[in-house]
């Protein structure tokens, strides 16, 4: 996942990113009307400020000036007013298009990451998708709210100041504006250094968020091998190494902070020196030198903030890069333009076609290579193999979660290639080995196979997976909270929660991978028994680790480094005496053995 920006060149190293915003910004017209309009009144009643005061010195002093100062502070208090009022509104109107802004990237980045094909999955970690969804968006937040408002406000004070100095004085402000290249162009560099040590930093906080996110869910496997000293170290260091990458952005910060203010300020000295001459010299008057002044203030003030501001904005360009690169990821697996519809009757045939495929993690070593095999309808199907034969990537290339090199997996004639992976998946049930749990009650588990099912569909579905019998003692029944990762749940229980999950789903091709391999004896035939009343008129697949659980098969296909090396029934590949009948003998033998052990 770190490296998904490193081909992004050098170009991009700026606020650009930023402008990836913009079509969630319009998607809310009247907030940033409503923002730019309390902007701008907020920086021209800031703007008339020095007028009055120029005029209040030039003539509220006179003798005869005691009613006009009485008038300019009633001017005065009024502009208060309306400068509160206006920053009162721009702050609402701001705060709340940046939350509403971010709102809408968590969903759609959120919503982008579910279509994203598993190859993303096999390189990317899960940790640092969520820091990008959680510490991301804040920074996002952060650019879109508050610190863009100050940016557009200080820029239309600035521009506004400038304006109104050359008014007041081109010559003073001649030598203000000689000045400014001197100030803007090294905050530019500075501001592109500021924003690749943010873009470290955020990296490096996001490899420590994933690192602490995968201990955590393993936190059992951790404690039991009494690894925390290990684990704690390495996070420790992780998190020290994020510390300093964002001490080293703090640092370039405050010293794009210091340079700024120092030119600033010190070109405003000089034209105070100059103007006080001018005035001494009697071409000047001492509330124009005073007008003058304050918009060099405002100048100077606003070209400050935004230095500060540009810092918050390269950070937050480091945070939109990193969303905008997983929005612009593109699934592997896409539907095509037309897709083929699958036969509105699903007959459930699986046909694979001299089928090859390598992992994208892996190129270089084939997980099937030349593989060809039917399954008609209604039939159950098993495959055996050693670890590594090829045996469930036959399941992630029915499902569509990868295309294969060469040749062509076919459901009810149509190539799966031709077919959109969800209408696919549809018509598909699944029993992993590796059961996902989700934090959540039984009954949404169990409702997870078919949303919007109903409670009696729901639980006939847990009756007949036999998952009833322990959901009904739970606390509160099908509304008990069954933890993270199902961890009140035994695994023969979680085990049966996916079988029920499965079949609410009624579909007519079912795989199943060495579904009942956590259960204990008793419970194994039971579920054994709802399983085979649910294989009844579909297409079943069974993968096999244990080869009690095939002897009823159908058809058994034996794999051997990705390709079938025998089929036939049980009884029919025990006598030809190969690899089935290898791992039969051994599996069988070594049972018996252990059965006879703990007998005597």
Known sequence: MADIGASLDERRRSIRPLRRL????????????????????????????????????????????????????????AMAALLAAASASRYYFVITLGERVVADIRRDVFAHVTTL?????????????????????????????????????????????????????????????????????????????????????QDTLAEATAYASEQIGAVRTLQAFTNEKLVTAHFSAAVEAAFEAARMSVFARSFLTFFAIFMIFSSVVAVLWFGSRDVLAGTLSPGTLGQFLLYSVFAAG??????????????AAGAAERLTEILA?????????????????????????????????????????????????????????????GKSTVFSLILRFYDPENGRVVIDGVNLREADPAAIRERIAIVPQDVTIFAASARDNICFGRPGAGDAEIEAAAKAALADEFILKLEKGYDSQVGERGVTLSGGQRQRVAIARAILRDAPILLLDEATSALDAESETLVQTALERLMLGRTTIVIAHRLA??????????????????????????????????????????????????AE
Do not use: C
């Not at 879109?144 to 200080?154: E, F, K, P």
């Not at 820029?155 to 400014?180: E, Q, Y």
């Open 22 to 77: 913009f079509p969630y910004l319009t998607r809310y017209r009247k907030l940033v009307f409503g923002a730019i309009i309390s902007l701008i009144v907020a920086a021209v009643t800031t703007l008339a400020l020095p007028m009055a005061v120029r005029r209040m010195i030039d003539h509220g002093f006179q003798a005869s000036g005691s009613t006009l100062i009485a008038e300019y502070f009633a001017a005065l208090v």
């Open 117 to 201: 094909s598993p190859a993303f999955f096999d390189k990317a970690h899960s940790g640092e998708i969520v820091s990008r969804l959680a510490a991301d968006t804040t920074q996002v937040k952060s650019a879109v709210g508050a610190t863009a408002s100050v940016a557009l406000r200080n820029l239309i004070l600035g521009l506004g100041a400038v304006a109104m100095m050359v008014v007041t004085s081109p010559k003073l402000s001649g030598l203000v504006i000689a000045a400014i290249p001197l100030i803007v162009l090294p905050l530019v560099a500075f501001g592109r250094s500021v924003r690749r040590k943010s873009r470290l930093a």
């Open 302 to 315: 606003a070209l400050g903030a935004l230095s500060e501001v540009w810092s918050e904005l390269s950070q």
């Open 329 to 389: 990821e593109k699934p592997a697996i896409q539907p095509p333009a037309v897709p083929q519809p699958l036969p509105a009757k699903a007959k459930g045939a699986i046909s694979f076609d001299d089928v090859s495929f390598s992992y994208p993690a892996r190129p270089d070593r084939a997980a099937v290579h030349g593989l060809s095999f039917q399954v008609k309808p209604g039939e159950t199907v098993a495959i055996v193999g050693p670890s590594g034969a």
């Open 549 to 598: 659980t095939v002897l009823k098969a159908d058809r058994i296909l034996v794999m051997e480094a990705g390709r079938i090396v025998e089929e036939g029934t049980h009884q029919s590949l025990v006598a030809k005496g190969g690899t089935y009948a290898r791992l039969a003998k051994l599996q069988f033998e070594t049972g018996a053995s252990a059965f006879k052990g703990a």
